[in-house]
């Protein structure tokens, strides 16, 4: 983790819920805000833990992943610059209900739960803003649950990479099989199998710990209809709140 050099240095914009907040609400929260950049793996939240603080990401993304017994875990949602990490601290008893991992490099602005706390006491509209992200990042777990258990592997694939690009707002995707294949619960040879048919549709090129996307519309194609439901209800929470 390093520290950012100055808190200046990005632009709260670029974060969409602090891009529609009363400037009331982001006056209250800027002078608290530590900005910092986290590399891929680092661990912000461990199921069980309490949470110290909450993250609102300018860049890169978060998985929010259930851990197994056995050691293997799957990615129940991700996390980018149009939400927020471990807001539901600041509505419940701040445990951390998920491991959240950073699966992409990252630029966040981190803020005590306790000022997140007496901001959303103070303000009305900015927790019914959490409440509603909570909400929407509880359909995108339920969606990735369904999508898991009934759709095939290529589908379930392109709607990950088609949503990892959305957050990173890059069709060059710095990703490992065995990654992939962690965060879709299968095997790596099965990531392994469908890429290649991604890659000789024309849809992707894939090379070691890298995808890069050739043709989106071909991958919405390729992809099931979680990829655009769950877009619809981050749209629509970002649009209700703004307007």
Not at 48 to 64: A, K, T
Not at 116 to 134: N, P, T
Not at 221 to 241: G, I, P, S
Request: glycine share 6%.
């Amino acid at each position: 983790m390093n520290e950012a050099p100055k808190r200046g240095l990005l632009n709260h914009s670029e974060n969409r819920l602090l891009a529609i907040l009363a400037p009331e609400v982001l006056q209250a929260l800027t002078p608290h805000f530590k900005i910092r950049e986290y590399a891929q793996g680092t661990v912000l939240a461990v199921s069980g833990d309490p949470v110290i603080e909450v993250y609102f990401p300018y860049s890169g993304i978060v998985s929010l992943v259930v851990e197994l017994k056995e050691g293997d875990m799957v990615e129940a949602a991700m996390v980018g610059r149009d939400g927020v990490v471990n807001a539901a601290s600041a509505l419940d008893g701040r445990v951390s209900l998920n491991k959240a991992i950073v699966q992409m490099s990252a630029f966040v602005a981190a803020v005590p739960v306790p000022i997140i706390v007496a901001i959303a006491d103070q303000y009305r509209d900015f927790r019914s803003l959490l409440i509603r992200h909570e909400q929407v990042l509880l359909a995108q777990s339920q969606q990735s649950g369904a999508c898991n258990a009934s759709h095939m592997v290529e589908a379930r694939l392109s709607r990950w990479l088609l949503r990892t690009r959305d957050l990173a707002q890059s069709d060059d995707l710095p990703i490992t099989q065995e990654f992939l294949g962690q965060m879709l619960g299968v095997q790596r040879t099965s990531i392994s199998i469908v890429a290649g048919a991604l890659q000789k549709a024309g849809l992707i090129r894939y090379r070691r710990g890298h995808i890069k996307i050739l043709d989106v519309d071909g991958l919405k194609d390729a992809a099931c209809e979680c990829y655009e439901t769950v877009r619809a209800h981050y749209d629509q929470m970002l649009t209700a709140y703004s307007t």
